[in-house]
């Protein structure tokens, strides 16, 4: 480590900052070409608190202010250089360096006013609408197909997923195949309520995909301190869009990504591996995410159960801070069908006691097991990733064990055990995966470089070449990431875990998230030095869902078996350049 190292040696918040320097030169009227008209919002009062009456939030008094980093020009634009890279820091964040974009919500009321009148007009003079409203002559693609999908077309005894779905994200240019657009997640003719959580938002797009005349709006999202707080409260109208600011750790992220959308009969709850922005939703034709959402209906039943999946969903949004009326509504909406997942997560804090295992990689393998999927037997494991931190072996053995349900002690026991150095790394030589059982995918410099876009669409991308060429690195284990629609490359998150035993490969689960493969989104268990017992140490906030993919009829059909459950997006096995050394992986500062 450095004895100058400003960051204590905490690699990716070091990069977190050096991204966020390196946009500070981007042009803000980037954000011109994706405007939308101003939505005019009701002035009713009603702030209720609950799943079925909408959001109730502490008032904040209304104030005029600037949108964050305004003052010193350094607006990033969710469009500008095919959005930024996906670790802010909070250093940064407090300069005004704003990845987000959130704070941008807030609404120029003197300007939808006019907005209001000119709309009014519109409808008065039918085919001046361009020339009166000035809108993007594109807005047509934002909109839902004439002919759309049954998850548009709900009625009250419906349920278009009600036994839960994977699909990828719609991308422009590449022909519909089970895939799902954002406006047929949100079905905003329909939707009352969204509690939506996201690292980088672009306000005006998603007020294209919201009508908060209709719905009102909590957003769990980053911010600096307590007066960018304030600011991003006082910005919007408060009878329609709320706020909640997760705690932060020093050198954490908001990188959760959560949809909990009410509609009349039934709630929605999605988890995307794409952010708030049209780059993550296929709109601008060069980036490919997953989701996956379940629909579940409101129960009259006042003995509903909550399942395991509902009683984490519960825990990770009380952590977060989200009002506990609004957590409570939720025991409303019949969660049964949930009961053959896992939502998993990473909450950015400390963790002591026995709550470390319920979260990070140690929450993992808790899931795993609860499942009946725990096994002694060798595992394999693809894991698809978007950015790679300081990855070492410990992490990569936490994880692998995690994959056989280990609640992350069996890692911890060996790496803190007496004995001296070189024992300790004896045994972490032995528990270590091999190159045959553990594959992470990521692209190579060769592969965003031949993309639609080539190396301007690599922006959510991230590995530092300081953290590959680093001895710990499991470079050996590093494989190509080739979307199997070609030319697109891949934002999204998942692990996909296979059983061996007995010469035979079994599918057993799939998680898909918004975690990547870093200490940060994972956690770390060590030692506390008051206690003598494990404690967890997690930067980030993140979610995903664990989903069981176990066919008896799938044996030794590889990443196939997964196919009927979770779309397998990457050509497999991917080149294993890591090892090889053929290739260089995409480093983003260096592009």
Known sequence: ??????????????????????????????????????????????????????PKCPSTPKKPSRVAGESSGEVVSATSRETSRETPSSQAASQGIQASGLAALGLDRKKMEEERLARAAKRKAPGDDECITGRHPQRAKLMPPATTSHASTTSSAILPYPKGTVKKTWVSGYPRQDDIKIEEILQKEQLELAVLSSFQWDDEWLLSKIDVKKTRMVCIAFASGESQREEMRANVPRDRIRFCFPPMMPAGTMHSKLQLLKYPSYLRVVIPTGNLVPYDWGETGVMENMVFLIDLPMTKNSANKMTMFGEELCHFLKASGL??????????????????????????????????????????????????????????????VASLGAV?????????????????????????????????????????????????????????????SGKNSGGTICLQRKWWDAPTFPRELVHDCKSIRPGLLMHSKLLF??????????????????????????????KDRASGQPKLNCRNWECGVLIPVGDEEAVNAGLGAFEKKVPVPMVVPGEAYGKTGNKQPWFFLEN
């Open 1 to 54: 480590m450095d004895s100058n190292d400003q960051f204590d040696g905490d690699e990716e918040a070091a990069l977190r900052y050096a991204i966020a320097l390196s946009l500070q030169d981007v042009n803000a009227s980037a954000n011109a070409s994706t405007y939308q008209n101003p939505i005019e919002l009701d002035s009713d009062g009603n702030e209720d608190n609950d799943l079925e009456k909408g």
């Open 323 to 384: 009002d506990q009326s609004l957590i409570d509504s939720l025991s409303k909406y019949d969660f049964s069908e949930t009961s053959q997942y896992r939502f998993v997560h990473t909450i950015g804090k400390t963790h002591v006691g026995d709550e470390w295992k319920r979260t990070g990689y140690c929450g993992l393998g808790r899931a795993v097991e609860s499942l009946g999927l725990a096994t002694t037997s060798e595992v394999e494991l693809d894991v698809v």
């Open 392 to 452: 070492n072996k410990d992490l990569i053995s936490a994880i692998y064990n995690a994959a056989q349900g280990d609640n992350g002690l069996r890692e911890y026991e060996k790496r803190t055990a007496s004995g001296g150095g070189k024992k300790k790394t004896t045994q972490q030589s032995e528990s270590t995966p091999q190159p045959s059982s553990f594959r992470i995918y990521f692209p190579s410099h060769e592969t965003v470089s031949q993309s639609r």
């Open 497 to 526: 875990a296979r059983q061996s035993g007995h010469g035979k490969s079994q599918a057993s689960w799939a998680y898909l998230g918004s975690a990547n493969l870093s200490e940060s989104a994972w956690g770390r268990l060590v």
